[in-house]
Protein backbone atom coordinates (compact mmCIF):
# COMPACT_ATOMS: atom_id res chain seq x y z
CA UNK A 1 0.00 0.00 0.00
CA UNK A 2 1.12 3.10 -0.85
CA UNK A 3 1.27 5.76 1.77
CA UNK A 4 3.26 8.48 3.90
CA UNK A 5 3.11 8.81 7.76
CA UNK A 6 3.59 12.01 9.87
CA UNK A 7 5.22 12.08 13.32
CA UNK A 8 7.09 14.42 15.04
CA UNK A 9 4.12 16.93 16.32
CA UNK A 10 3.54 19.00 20.05
CA UNK A 11 3.36 21.31 21.71
CA UNK A 12 6.18 24.02 21.93
CA UNK A 13 6.86 27.21 23.09
CA UNK A 14 6.67 30.10 20.87
CA UNK A 15 10.36 30.86 19.42
CA UNK A 16 11.67 27.20 20.17
CA UNK A 17 11.77 24.60 17.26
CA UNK A 18 10.53 20.91 16.57
CA UNK A 19 11.51 18.73 13.62
CA UNK A 20 8.69 16.55 11.60
CA UNK A 21 9.63 13.31 9.88
CA UNK A 22 7.68 11.99 7.42
CA UNK A 23 7.91 7.86 6.18
CA UNK A 24 7.33 6.90 2.67
CA UNK A 25 6.31 3.31 1.50
CA UNK A 26 5.00 1.04 -0.70
CA UNK A 27 6.64 3.42 -3.83
CA UNK A 28 10.08 4.14 -4.68
CA UNK A 29 10.50 7.35 -2.62
CA UNK A 30 13.33 8.74 -4.84
CA UNK A 31 11.24 9.24 -8.10
CA UNK A 32 9.05 11.66 -6.58
CA UNK A 33 9.10 15.10 -5.24
CA UNK A 34 7.59 15.97 -2.11
CA UNK A 35 5.99 18.41 0.37
CA UNK A 36 4.25 19.36 3.27
CA UNK A 37 0.88 21.41 3.54
CA UNK A 38 -0.58 22.00 6.55
CA UNK A 39 -3.72 23.41 7.72
CA UNK A 40 -4.61 25.82 10.50
CA UNK A 41 -7.91 25.17 12.90
CA UNK A 42 -10.72 26.55 10.71
CA UNK A 43 -8.63 27.26 7.55
CA UNK A 44 -7.90 25.51 3.86
CA UNK A 45 -5.18 24.20 3.06
CA UNK A 46 -2.02 26.11 2.37
CA UNK A 47 1.52 25.03 0.74
CA UNK A 48 4.12 25.00 3.51
CA UNK A 49 7.31 23.58 1.15
CA UNK A 50 8.37 21.02 -1.72
CA UNK A 51 11.26 19.36 -2.42
CA UNK A 52 12.51 17.30 -5.47
CA UNK A 53 14.06 14.05 -5.70
CA UNK A 54 17.19 14.96 -5.32
CA UNK A 55 16.81 18.12 -3.14
CA UNK A 56 18.10 19.72 -6.33
CA UNK A 57 14.71 22.17 -6.17
CA UNK A 58 12.81 23.30 -3.18
CA UNK A 59 11.00 25.79 -1.85
CA UNK A 60 9.19 27.38 0.60
CA UNK A 61 5.91 29.45 0.89
CA UNK A 62 6.66 33.59 1.87
CA UNK A 63 5.00 32.94 5.52
CA UNK A 64 7.89 30.48 6.83
CA UNK A 65 10.79 31.10 4.44
CA UNK A 66 13.79 31.84 6.68
CA UNK A 67 12.49 30.00 9.30
CA UNK A 68 11.54 26.21 7.93
CA UNK A 69 13.76 23.66 6.46
CA UNK A 70 12.73 21.10 4.55
CA UNK A 71 15.37 18.05 3.81
CA UNK A 72 15.13 14.62 2.81
CA UNK A 73 17.06 11.11 3.08
CA UNK A 74 15.95 9.16 0.25
CA UNK A 75 18.35 6.04 2.38
CA UNK A 76 15.70 6.13 4.69
CA UNK A 77 12.47 6.51 2.84
CA UNK A 78 11.96 10.13 4.73
CA UNK A 79 10.83 13.72 4.42
CA UNK A 80 11.60 16.28 7.09
CA UNK A 81 10.49 19.49 7.86
CA UNK A 82 12.77 21.56 10.54
CA UNK A 83 10.24 24.02 12.23
CA UNK A 84 12.81 26.89 13.99
CA UNK A 85 11.40 30.07 15.40
CA UNK A 86 7.96 28.83 16.14
CA UNK A 87 5.23 31.61 16.24
CA UNK A 88 1.08 30.80 17.35
CA UNK A 89 0.28 31.35 13.60
CA UNK A 90 2.19 28.42 12.62
CA UNK A 91 0.00 25.94 14.78
CA UNK A 92 -1.52 23.58 12.42
CA UNK A 93 -2.34 19.91 11.38
CA UNK A 94 0.79 19.07 8.75
CA UNK A 95 0.45 16.81 6.02
CA UNK A 96 3.51 15.05 4.21
CA UNK A 97 2.35 14.41 0.44
CA UNK A 98 4.18 12.65 -1.97
CA UNK A 99 4.21 14.52 -5.42
CA UNK A 100 3.03 12.88 -8.94
CA UNK A 101 6.77 14.25 -10.39
CA UNK A 102 10.01 14.01 -9.38
CA UNK A 103 12.21 16.83 -10.64
CA UNK A 104 8.91 19.46 -10.67
CA UNK A 105 6.91 20.42 -7.81
CA UNK A 106 3.33 20.05 -9.53
CA UNK A 107 0.90 18.05 -7.92
CA UNK A 108 -0.09 15.82 -4.91
CA UNK A 109 -1.38 12.58 -5.27
CA UNK A 110 -0.80 10.58 -1.84
CA UNK A 111 -1.58 12.18 1.54
CA UNK A 112 -0.66 11.60 5.07
CA UNK A 113 -3.54 12.20 7.94
CA UNK A 114 -1.05 14.40 9.63
CA UNK A 115 0.66 15.51 12.62
CA UNK A 116 -0.68 18.22 14.42
CA UNK A 117 1.68 21.11 15.73
CA UNK A 118 0.87 23.33 18.24
CA UNK A 119 2.54 26.59 19.33
CA UNK A 120 1.53 28.16 22.34
CA UNK A 121 3.36 29.39 25.97
CA UNK B 1 1.89 35.18 -5.65
CA UNK B 2 -0.90 33.85 -7.33
CA UNK B 3 -4.38 33.86 -5.96
CA UNK B 4 -7.00 31.18 -6.65
CA UNK B 5 -10.75 32.61 -5.58
CA UNK B 6 -13.20 29.80 -5.30
CA UNK B 7 -16.89 30.32 -5.63
CA UNK B 8 -19.06 29.91 -3.66
CA UNK B 9 -17.68 29.19 -0.36
CA UNK B 10 -20.82 26.74 0.63
CA UNK B 11 -22.87 24.83 -1.78
CA UNK B 12 -25.92 23.03 -0.42
CA UNK B 13 -27.64 20.52 -2.15
CA UNK B 14 -29.14 17.15 -2.12
CA UNK B 15 -27.68 13.63 -3.59
CA UNK B 16 -28.43 13.56 -7.27
CA UNK B 17 -28.15 17.00 -7.57
CA UNK B 18 -25.06 18.58 -9.78
CA UNK B 19 -22.55 20.63 -8.44
CA UNK B 20 -20.17 23.38 -9.96
CA UNK B 21 -17.31 24.47 -8.46
CA UNK B 22 -15.92 27.51 -9.62
CA UNK B 23 -11.98 28.61 -8.92
CA UNK B 24 -10.45 31.91 -10.77
CA UNK B 25 -6.34 32.79 -10.45
CA UNK B 26 -5.33 36.33 -10.37
CA UNK B 27 -3.41 35.49 -13.41
CA UNK B 28 -2.99 32.84 -15.97
CA UNK B 29 -1.93 29.62 -14.69
CA UNK B 30 -2.21 27.62 -18.08
CA UNK B 31 -3.99 24.81 -17.08
CA UNK B 32 -1.52 24.03 -14.50
CA UNK B 33 -4.54 23.71 -11.86
CA UNK B 34 -5.35 20.81 -9.34
CA UNK B 35 -8.53 19.64 -7.60
CA UNK B 36 -8.67 17.91 -4.14
CA UNK B 37 -11.27 16.77 -2.25
CA UNK B 38 -10.65 17.16 1.71
CA UNK B 39 -12.95 15.03 4.27
CA UNK B 40 -12.91 15.88 8.25
CA UNK B 41 -10.34 13.55 9.59
CA UNK B 42 -8.80 12.31 6.30
CA UNK B 43 -6.16 12.88 3.92
CA UNK B 44 -6.99 15.06 1.07
CA UNK B 45 -7.49 13.16 -2.11
CA UNK B 46 -6.13 14.68 -5.22
CA UNK B 47 -9.46 14.52 -8.13
CA UNK B 48 -8.65 16.63 -10.84
CA UNK B 49 -4.97 17.61 -12.57
CA UNK B 50 -3.62 19.82 -15.27
CA UNK B 51 -7.19 21.41 -15.23
CA UNK B 52 -9.25 18.18 -16.81
CA UNK B 53 -7.41 14.82 -15.94
CA UNK B 54 -8.77 12.71 -13.75
CA UNK B 55 -6.38 10.86 -11.42
CA UNK B 56 -6.33 7.23 -10.77
CA UNK B 57 -8.98 5.40 -9.61
CA UNK B 58 -11.52 9.01 -9.57
CA UNK B 59 -15.07 7.99 -10.77
CA UNK B 60 -16.03 9.71 -13.89
CA UNK B 61 -18.33 11.94 -11.92
CA UNK B 62 -16.29 14.03 -11.05
CA UNK B 63 -14.71 16.52 -14.47
CA UNK B 64 -12.79 19.79 -14.77
CA UNK B 65 -12.67 22.07 -17.47
CA UNK B 66 -10.87 25.79 -17.63
CA UNK B 67 -7.94 27.08 -18.84
CA UNK B 68 -5.70 30.39 -17.84
CA UNK B 69 -7.85 32.08 -15.17
CA UNK B 70 -11.22 30.43 -14.82
CA UNK B 71 -11.54 27.23 -13.77
CA UNK B 72 -14.45 24.55 -13.27
CA UNK B 73 -15.41 21.21 -11.08
CA UNK B 74 -18.14 19.59 -11.74
CA UNK B 75 -19.57 16.42 -9.87
CA UNK B 76 -22.53 15.18 -12.01
CA UNK B 77 -25.04 13.41 -9.78
CA UNK B 78 -23.80 13.85 -6.06
CA UNK B 79 -23.40 10.65 -4.28
CA UNK B 80 -23.35 10.89 -0.68
CA UNK B 81 -19.51 10.28 0.24
CA UNK B 82 -19.45 13.34 -2.08
CA UNK B 83 -20.29 15.97 0.25
CA UNK B 84 -16.95 17.26 1.81
CA UNK B 85 -14.38 20.79 1.29
CA UNK B 86 -12.76 21.01 -2.15
CA UNK B 87 -9.48 23.45 -2.86
CA UNK B 88 -8.30 24.19 -6.33
CA UNK B 89 -4.28 24.13 -6.06
CA UNK B 90 -1.77 26.02 -9.13
CA UNK B 91 1.62 25.22 -9.95
CA UNK B 92 1.99 27.58 -12.77
CA UNK B 93 5.16 29.86 -12.47
CA UNK B 94 7.59 27.23 -10.11
CA UNK B 95 10.05 28.52 -8.55
CA UNK B 96 6.76 30.77 -7.07
CA UNK B 97 5.01 29.05 -4.36
CA UNK B 98 2.60 26.77 -4.84
CA UNK B 99 -1.32 28.39 -3.42
CA UNK B 100 -4.33 27.01 -2.54
CA UNK B 101 -7.86 28.49 -3.12
CA UNK B 102 -9.35 28.59 -0.07
CA UNK B 103 -12.03 26.00 -0.62
CA UNK B 104 -15.82 25.09 -1.49
CA UNK B 105 -17.51 23.28 1.39
CA UNK B 106 -20.56 20.64 -0.97
CA UNK B 107 -23.29 19.82 2.12
CA UNK B 108 -26.10 18.06 2.47
CA UNK B 109 -29.05 20.15 1.87
Known amino acids: EVQVVESGGGLVQPGRSLRLSCAAS????????MHWVRQRPGKGLEWVSG????????GYADSVKGRFTISRDNARNSLYLQMNSLRPEDTALYHC??????????????WGKGTTVTVSS | EIVLTQSPATLSLSPGESATLSCRAS??????LAWYQHKPGQAPRLLIY???NRATGIPARFSGSGSGTDFTLTISSLEPEDFAVYYC???????????FGGGTKVEIK
Open chain 1, 97 to 110: AKDRRSNLLVYMDV
Open chain 1, 26 to 33: GFTFDDYA
Open chain 1, 51 to 58: ISWNSGSI
Open chain 2, 27 to 32: QSVNNY
Open chain 2, 50 to 52: DAS
Open chain 2, 89 to 99: QQRSNWPNPLT
